[in-house]
Nanobody
Framework: QVQLVESGGGLVQAGGSLRLSCTASGRTFSIYRMGWFRQAPGKEREFVADIRWSGGSTSYADSVKGRFTISRDSTKNTVYLQMNSLKPEDTAVYYC??????????????????WGQGTQVTVSS
């Protein structure tokens, strides 16, 4: 089992920045990929970004490309999501997820095995 705990959410004005953290514990050696998703009220959970645990390759949703950066610190078993130039439409609960093996569906919730509890990000206009 892998446990994930997010932190770093909060309230920020449009144009501001936040950095989310997600720390993994348990069988962290089994992690292949970690991702960030978000869910706004009344909407489905959507992919934001992901990072390969080994090698560090990344990908992003078009809506956040150029504004958000995902990174990881293997020594701390932690993945980060640096969010810059935030917009009101970025308001959502942000979830961290971990995948134990390669999946072609890594941009979908079904491609992940473990989830954190979520952290609220609110961007005011």
């Amino acid at each position: 089992q892998v446990q994930l705990v997010e932190s770093g959410g909060g309230l920020v004005q449009a144009g501001g920045s936040l950095r989310l953290s997600c720390t993994a514990s348990g069988r962290t050696f089994s992690i292949y990929r970690m991702g960030w998703f978000r869910q706004a009220p009344g909407k489905e959970r959507e992919f934001v970004a992901d990072i390969r645990w080994s090698g560090g390759s990344t990908s992003y949703a078009d809506s956040v490309k150029g504004r958000f950066t995902i990174s990881r610190d293997s020594t701390k078993n932690t993945v980060y999501l640096q969010m810059n130039s935030l917009k009101p439409e970025d308001t959502a609960v942000y979830y961290c997820a971990a995948d134990r093996s390669y999946s072609s569906t890594y941009r979908y919730t079904g491609g992940y095995d473990y989830w954190g509890q979520g952290t609220q990000v609110t961007v005011s206009s």
